[in-house]
């Protein structure tokens, strides 16, 4: 899994709820996102963090906030959960620097989340 | 902000035959150009990727060919395989310092029939 867990993996929810996806890392890396999965629309950019307490939107903000209070971790907080941000929820690093690497700043995806709104 | 239209959706090819997947973005400033492959119920995986400083990259049964002046860069299956069944996605991106505000395509079902 080249160091990068999501958690949980599964969740369902009722419309109202706040809900909170987790992103670990256990290689360092400064730069981290969170992308969202639908059927016709790719993979989308909700926010992205380039070192702790540094964040910035993406092309999907709305709805959503972020947190990094330290390296290995990048939050991503549904305030209050709605039917259209049921999706599939991929965090990534850019992996730099390291060995085995394709390329500086490939992308690595954790598994997903699927999150299901009711 | 950047755009990236992909197609075709989805493309059916005979085992054996070559795949292609067309990719246009619309900021002249993208310098990355990465495909990802994502089997059913997996995460996206990166197969190969070119940067704007080069016009064609191959490896093995894949290469990607980069259009500047166009803005297009298409994928290349040759020797399609079963196992090359999957979604692939194009993506975009002015590369700095390591971090890459990835804009993906919307991406193509290949199956490979035998």
């Known amino acids: 899994d080249a160091g990068i867990t999501q958690s949980p993996r599964h969740k369902v929810t009722e419309t109202g709820t706040p809900v909170t996806l987790r992103c670990h890392q256990t290689?360092?890396?400064?730069?981290m996102y969170w992308y969202r999965q639908d059927p016709g629309h790719g993979l989308r950019l909700i926010h992205y963090?380039?070192?702790?307490?540094?964040?910035d939107k993406g092309e999907v903000s709305d709805g959503y906030s972020v947190s990094r209070s330290k390296t290995e971790d990048f939050l991503l907080t549904l305030e209050s959960a709605t039917s259209s941000q049921t999706s599939v929820y991929f965090c990534?690093?850019?992996?730099?620097?390291?060995?085995?690497?394709?390329?500086?700043?490939?992308?690595?995806f954790g598994e997903g989340s699927r999150l299901t709104v009711l | 902000g950047e755009n990236v239209e992909q197609h075709p959706s989805t493309l059916s090819v005979q085992e054996g035959d070559s795949a292609v997947i067309k990719c246009t973005y619309s900021?002249?400033?993208?310098?990355?150009f990465p495909w990802y492959k994502q089997e059913l119920g997996k995460r996206p995986q990166l197969i190969i990727d070119?940067?704007?400083?080069?016009g064609e990259k191959k490896d093995q049964r894949i290469a990607v060919t980069l259009n500047k002046t166009a803005k297009h860069f298409s994928l290349h299956i040759t020797e399609t395989q079963p196992e090359d069944s999957a979604v692939y996605f194009c993506?975009?991106?002015?590369?700095?310092?390591?971090?890459?505000?990835?804009?993906f395509g919307t991406g193509t079902q290949l199956k490979v029939e035998l």
């Open positions: 990534a690093i850019s992996r730099t620097g390291l060995a085995g690497v394709k390329k500086a700043g490939e992308l690595f």
């Open positions: 993506a975009a991106s002015i590369s700095l310092g390591g971090g890459n505000k990835l804009t």
């Open positions: 963090s380039y070192g702790v307490k540094d964040t």
């Open positions: 900021d002249s400033a993208s310098n990355y």
């Open positions: 290689e360092n890396h400064r730069y």
């Open positions: 070119i940067r704007s400083n080069v």
